[in-house]
């Protein structure tokens, strides 16, 4: 039924209805499963069941949507499907920031904004991305306002929709077992400096700043020949604390089935993936950094009687986060901080190394600082009941949905504290002694539920479809509340969306398509008498090979062009952030004994009363050729938003709040071009595909109340959203005293200089510009791959261009955390009087330097790459025997992940900046075997 493709993110139990879809943004290509058109198989556009597939379906839509079939996620051996999902779909953006095992999922927008993430069509309070691939059925992505107008208050950014699984049609029982194992390797580290080349660069920065040496040539010729390991050290504290590899492991059992009145699908799913840090023997616990995942899940449909069904869904989910009790992160932090030079790991009597200095041992830090565990408890149950009402009007049904979930955050701390010693050797007697820092103390054991959330979601669905003369109707009708209770360890006040929507598709002979679709909906969180809003959208398309005139036994096969228009909203009301706050304040000190009493005072302003709104445009043509065997897609797009929440530019500090008001004042304009495009063949028992998708992302910033500024290069308004803004470096100081540098700085040989804008001779903020992300974002992606015979082999390439990223603090620059902290290789291109004209870097200072670090055009780097994302090569047998047991399908297959990546900027990984967890290179093999 049509009008279910516009509520697919609405809907949980009408799959098979929005499986008929034949959706434009196709990445992937499956030709086992496909069925053929003529000599050709079709390339894989929608159909998640092959059977309920129709030519003409693809006619009939008429929004912006990507499409993926779950099959394409399973060969990445990726702890988050959101990894998986990079590079597939048109105008989604995805970005893995981090490697840490369970932190370690990609994020990132939808034509410049964060979508909402559905499973089985409901919007879900627990984290959706970290789910067993092979549950899914399908990913589709809603991008235009007749996709997600039914969203209501959370249609304005767009939506990504996972189905999960139903059970195979065909009867019987099915099993199929997938066990996986891989290593895990750091894509790249950071290279610090031997001690000699620190103390060496070190002595140079001191000199540099008028200051004398601290090492002399005894202590240079000891640490380059390491003669004095404990009076002079020189550890590679990234060898020391952290592996070179780290196992990974998947195990999968799914049952699948179907009998007359009932089909299922049930999955048990394990996955363990181990971190990077080092353990000792000493510990009965593992201080590691660490993943482990419990899945269950249950997919039933029965057919109660001839018009009535039901669907229950259960799903449960157990995962547990590991981590060294100093902290993932704060080691990360450390060793940016700790050089070669700063202590022994131990002492010869056994204890760990310190000083006044560095008294928090990195080697205690992650063996000897216990652990902490952070249990995630969450599950939810579905119930979808449907009756056909053919008997009462024909093309009529009716649904009811009624959803659960629970979500409990459980934060386990066995951390504990420990000593470091410096140890001294009285040069007169000979005697040892040690100086202790720190406080040891006995080992944390609290156990605390850190968040409980749970969720209540009703759904009420009607709609009727008739068709008459070669026209057809589709109306459908929606109630829908969802109600979100957060955090009640904190006594929080629920949360509730209560939309009313409808849409209506009308349909003449397939050639032209008009829809309507259009909302109204609500949150309590805003004020009385402006909780709710209206949100319409319509599309139209024309179908022109529908046409008599069109040459039917020409190349091209199917052309259609559209358009979609709409008014979108999206609640960020914050927690009646319209209503005045006030919360405890510090003590007064008042009376003859000076007593402390104390007080109220009012919290930061945030006046938001309504919602951020989005007027959004879409126009694209599809088209398919050359018998179906290729395709083309086009999409623009222009979303012009308002009442965005920001913080007020125009306040002022003297009420004391400066810019921290916020209220629904902001505009932005986001445009773009999409781009998709396929082409799967078919020559004797060699088949292969490719396709690739393109996207060019461009935003400007319409309003952002920003002060008059004095010069038009300091305003952000007409800039893009997310620009980077700073002094435009311009070479290196020459000669003492010279400029421009920053005001109340005097320049010396080596110092960055940089553009006087305004020409006072001053450098300050009236200095300062737009120096990063000003050309529209360019990210794309290619899927490729074929089959012969039993070998398959699969990539997947994806990349961004026209991407800048800004290096700032201790991973970047010398010696920082007040001149205690690493160097690194790239500070040895610094400025010298021998290597003025070829420098990449000022000369090294100790300590901050407050006209060299800071935010400048100097510190922007291309962030541009490209990727092997994926590669998967396989192997299958069919109907082999095993004794007594049929074995249907074995598959063996080898896959990897992150694999291969290009890029100008060689400090670390272009997504993953310097202190960060280091991204991931997994390589992984695996069986399945089908019964």
């Known amino acids: 039924m049509r009008q279910l493709l516009c509520a697919a993110a609405l809907s949980a139990l009408m799959q098979p209805a929005a499986a008929q879809v034949a959706h434009r943004d196709t990445v992937s290509y499956n030709t086992d499963t496909l069925p053929a058109a003529g000599a050709y198989r079709l390339p894989n556009y929608a159909p998640v069941y092959p059977a309920l597939y129709r030519q003409d379906a693809e006619s009939k839509t008429v929004e912006a949507i990507g499409f993926l079939k779950g099959e394409s996620l399973g060969s990445a051996p990726a702890t988050f499907i959101s990894t998986g999902l990079t590079g597939r779909i048109a105008g989604l953006y995805l970005q893995q920031s981090s490697g840490e095992p369970g932190n370690d999922g990609a994020s990132g927008t939808l034509r410049g904004r964060s979508p909402l993430v559905l499973v089985d069509g409901i919007p879900r309070t627990l984290p959706p991305w970290s789910i067993n691939p092979e549950e899914i059925a399908s990913v589709t992505v809603l991008k235009d306002a007749l996709s997600t107008a039914m969203l209501g208050m959370r249609s304005m950014n767009g939506a990504i929709l996972i189905t999960t699984r139903k059970g195979e049609q065909q009867r019987g029982l099915h099993l199929d077992f997938t066990a996986q194992t891989g290593i895990s390797t750091p894509v790249k580290f950071p290279e610090p400096l031997s001690a000699y080349s620190y103390a060496n660069l070190y002595n140079e920065a001191l000199v540099n700043d008028g200051r004398p040496p601290v090492y002399t040539q005894a202590d240079l010729d000891a640490y380059k020949n390491h003669t004095d390991p404990l009076g002079h050290p020189d550890i590679n504290w990234y060898d020391k604390i952290l592996k070179e590899q780290t196992p990974f492991s998947r195990y999968t059992l799914n049952a699948e089935g179907a009998n007359k009145a009932m089909r299922y699908f049930v999955s048990l799913d394990y996955l363990n993936q181990k971190g990077l840090f080092r353990e000792s023997d000493i510990n009965t616990y593992s201080t590691n950094s660490g993943y482990q995942r419990y899945i269950f899940r249950s997919n039933v449909d029965v057919n109660l009687s001839r018009r009535l069904s039901m669907s229950l869904n259960v799903f449960g989910r157990i995962r547990d986060q590991n981590a060294p009790g100093a902290g993932t992160q704060s080691i990360f932090d450390a060793l940016l901080a700790t050089p070669a030079n700063a202590y022994p790991i131990q002492n010869p009597d056994g204890s760990l190394g310190g000083n006044i200095n560095y008294s928090n041992n990195l080697y205690g830090q992650s063996i000897m600082s216990g652990y902490t565990q952070d249990v995630f408890s969450d599950g939810y149950a579905d119930l979808v009941l449907k009756r056909n009402m053919d008997d009462v009007l024909k093309g009529w049904w009716v649904k009811g949905t009624l959803s659960y979930v629970l979500t409990l955050y459980q934060n386990i701390d066995r951390s504990k504290a420990f000593e470091t010693f410096q140890m001294h050797i009285d040069p007169a007697t000979g005697d040892t002694t040690y100086q202790r820092f720190g406080t040891k103390a006995e080992q944390n054991n609290t156990s605390t539920v850190t968040r409980r959330e749970h969720q209540i979601y009703a759904e009420a669905a009607t709609g009727y479809t008739h068709s008459r003369n070669g026209n057809t109707l589709d109306a459908m009708l929606l109630y829908s509340l969802d109600h979100n209770t957060i955090n009640t360890t904190a006594s929080q006040l629920p949360e509730s969306f209560e939309t009313l929507a409808g849409n209506v598709q009308y349909s003449i002979r397939d050639k032209y398509i008009v829809q309507v679709s259009a909302s109204y909906g609500g949150n309590n969180?805003?004020?009385?008498?402006?909780?709710?809003?209206?949100?319409?959208?319509?599309?139209?398309?024309?179908?022109?090979?529908?046409?008599?005139?069109?040459?039917?036994?020409?190349?091209?096969?199917?052309?259609?062009?559209?358009?979609?228009?709409?008014?979108?909203?999206?609640?960020?009301?914050?927690?009646?952030?319209?209503?005045?706050?006030?919360?405890?304040?510090?003590?007064?000190?008042?009376?003859?004994?000076?007593?402390?009493?104390?007080?109220?005072?009012?919290?930061?302003?945030?006046?938001?009363?309504?919602?951020?709104?989005?007027?959004?445009?879409?126009?694209?043509?599809?088209?398919?050729?050359?018998?179906?065997?290729?395709?083309?897609?086009?999409?623009?797009?222009?979303?012009?938003?308002?009442?965005?929440?920001?913080?007020?530019?125009?306040?002022?500090?003297?009420?004391?709040?400066?810019?921290?008001?916020?209220?629904?004042?902001?505009?932005?304009?986001?445009?773009?071009?999409?781009?998709?495009?396929?082409?799967?063949?078919?020559?004797?028992?060699?088949?292969?595909?490719?396709?690739?998708?393109?996207?060019?992302?461009?935003?400007?910033?319409?309003?952002?109340?920003?002060?008059?500024?004095?010069?038009?290069?300091?305003?952000?308004?007409?800039?893009?959203?997310?620009?980077?803004?700073?002094?435009?470096?311009?070479?290196?100081?020459?000669?003492?005293?010279?400029?421009?540098?920053?005001?109340?700085?005097?320049?010396?040989?080596?110092?960055?200089?940089?553009?006087d804008l305004n020409g006072d001779g001053i450098i300050n903020q009236y200095d300062q510009q737009a120096i990063g992300n000003e050309k529209p974002l360019l990210f794309y992606g290619a899927d490729l791959g074929f089959s012969w015979k039993h070998f398959s082999l699969s990539l997947l390439i994806q990349g961004a261009a026209h991407r800048d990223i800004v290096l700032t603090g201790p991973g970047e620059w010398a010696f920082q955390n007040d001149g205690k902290g690493q160097a690194w290789q790239h500070n040895l291109d610094r400025w010298t009087p021998a290597t003025a004209s070829t420098a990449a870097y000022p000369r090294v200072s100790v300590g901050t330097n407050v006209n060299n670090d800071i935010v400048s055009s100097f510190w922007v780097r291309t962030g541009s790459y490209v990727r092997l994302k994926n590669a998967e090569l396989a192997y299958s047998f069919d109907d082999i025997r095993l004794g007594k047991i049929k074995v249907s399908r074995l598959r063996i297959f080898l896959n990897g992940l992150n694999l291969l990546t290009i890029s100008p900027f060689k400090q670390s990984d272009p997504e993953t900046l310097p202190g960060s967890y280091p991204l991931q290179r997994i390589v992984n093999g695996g069986i399945t075997v089908k019964f």
């Not at 009301?573 to 402390?596: E, L, T, W």
């Not at 083309?632 to 012009?640: E, G």
């Open 525 to 755: 969180y805003y004020p009385k008498g402006n909780r709710f809003g209206f949100f319409p959208a319509a599309g139209i398309g024309w179908n022109i090979d529908k046409e008599n005139f069109f040459n039917k036994d020409g190349f091209i096969n199917t052309l259609k062009l559209r358009a979609t228009y709409g008014l979108t909203g999206n609640a960020v009301a914050g927690y009646y952030d319209y209503i005045d706050h006030y919360v405890g304040a510090g003590g007064y000190y008042f009376g003859a004994s000076a007593a402390s009493q104390s007080g109220i005072t009012e919290n930061q302003p945030r006046d938001i009363t309504t919602w951020e709104k989005g007027e959004k445009l879409d126009v694209g043509m599809d088209m398919r050729f050359a018998e179906n065997r290729g395709a083309f897609s086009v999409d623009y797009y222009r979303n012009r938003l308002t009442d965005l929440v920001i913080s007020r530019g125009k306040s002022s500090a003297a009420l004391g709040y400066g810019n921290s008001i916020v209220r629904n004042l902001g505009k932005d304009l986001y445009s773009g071009l999409e781009l998709s495009a396929g082409w799967s063949d078919k020559i004797n028992d060699f088949q292969y595909y490719i396709s690739g998708n393109f996207s060019l992302s461009d935003s400007k910033v319409l309003f952002n109340d920003e002060p008059a500024y004095p010069y038009s290069w300091m305003e952000r308004t007409g800039r893009a959203v997310n620009g980077i803004y700073g002094y435009v470096a311009d070479g290196f100081v020459t000669q003492a005293e010279e400029g421009p540098v920053v005001e109340g700085y005097r320049g010396v040989p080596g110092d960055l200089r940089y553009r």
